[in-house]
């Protein structure tokens, strides 16, 4: 069964725009993290953004916030003020604590229009 | 800046050969991960070490691929023989168990394997 579903395979937002990219997640371990990574065509992976599963409050790093929806099993990514280096593949990513397994989605293509 | 790194970067060679994969993970790390990725399937799970113990390999082609970890500040992942279906970019990734900070993954700058 599918861990990680991103069902865009493809975005589209204009420069300066705000953007959500949806991420939905199975699992029934309490204890989970939750990851956004980058990929630019470059091709290496950076980590954006951290979830903690009992974590009360939303994480934000800078212009990445993340939409933690715990009774649905979502954690969309929101990037505020698109900007084209923002262009890039976004992998949503989920670690068991139990087991210390580490699952990635298939991926999301954003492009920023200027 | 601590980083993982990989060798080699690419690799070109013709089926049937030995392909050997390098990683040195950030030191202090005690789980490493190996992942494939290609456009068809994305980012698989190949293997994984916590303290350099294989954890789970159940992603990974046990005929010809093996995984391991020699010591602390070397993992590698082997395929022998190679096929053109191996064409992929192998990605390594190291990090803390998840008791401790957020537990992110750093992954190496990957190795690109074509296999003709």
């Known amino acids: 069964a599918q861990k990680i579903t991103q069902t865009q395979p493809g975005m589209f937002v204009q420069e300066k725009e705000a953007v959500t990219l949806d991420c939905t997640y199975d699992t029934s371990d309490p204890s989970y993290g939750l990851f956004w990574y980058k990929q630019p065509s470059s091709g290496e992976m950076i980590f954006l953004i951290y979830q903690g599963s009992y974590d009360q409050q939303n994480a934000t790093e800078g212009r990445y916030s993340l939409n933690f929806q715990k009774a649905r099993k979502s954690a969309n990514l929101v990037i505020s003020a698109s900007q084209l280096g923002d262009s890039a593949m976004y992998f949503c990513?989920?670690?068991?604590?139990?087991?210390?397994?580490?699952?990635f989605g298939t991926g999301t293509s954003l492009t920023v229009i200027p | 800046d601590a980083r993982v790194t990989q060798t080699p970067r690419d690799k070109v060679t013709e089926m049937g050969q030995e392909v050997t994969m390098r990683c040195q993970p950030i030191?202090?790390?005690?789980?490493v991960f190996w992942y494939r990725q290609t456009m068809m399937q994305g980012l698989e799970l190949l293997a994984y070490f916590r303290n350099r113990a294989p954890l789970d390999d159940s992603g990974m082609p046990k005929d010809r691929f093996s995984a391991e970890m020699p010591d602390a500040t070397l993992a590698t992942l082997k395929i022998q023989p190679s096929e053109p279906r191996d064409s992929a970019v192998y990605f390594c990734a190291s990090g803390h168990g998840p008791e401790k900070d957020t537990g992110e993954l750093f992954f190496g700058e990957g190795s690109r394997l074509t296999v003709l």
């Open positions: 030191l202090g790390h005690n789980t």
């Open positions: 990513a989920m670690r068991q604590f139990t087991g210390n397994q580490f699952y």
